[in-house]
């Protein structure tokens, strides 16, 4: 063992050196994110107003359907 100081204050300056660069490390690492339940919310806020906005579109096309299926029932009972 050495008889001058100065190797401690090195050897305490290097650990000191050592915990700032870990904790330096440590306070940047977050555990990984869980996105099961949140996978299914955003999904839902992604296709909802789009599926929306198809079935406001062919809402028009559905009831010219159902009125020319209305018009041959009634044509259809008129004749018999």
């Known amino acids: 063992m050495r008889k001058d ?3 401690v204050l090195d050897a305490i300056d290097g650990v000191v050196d ?3 660069a870990t904790s330096a490390d440590s306070m940047r690492w977050a555990p990984p994110e869980v996105k099961r339940e949140e ?3 955003e999904v839902a806020e992604i296709f ?3 599926v929306n906005a ?3 579109l062919l809402r028009p ?3 010219a359907i159902e009125n020319a299926m209305d ?3 009634d044509d259809d009972e008129e004749h018999r």
């Open 61 to 63: 096309v559905g009831e």
């Open 71 to 73: 018009r041959l029932v």
């Open 5 to 7: 100081p100065d190797h």
């Open 48 to 50: 909802g107003p789009l």
């Open 18 to 20: 050592d915990w700032e």
């Open 39 to 41: 996978l299914a919310v």
């Open 54 to 56: 198809l079935a406001d």
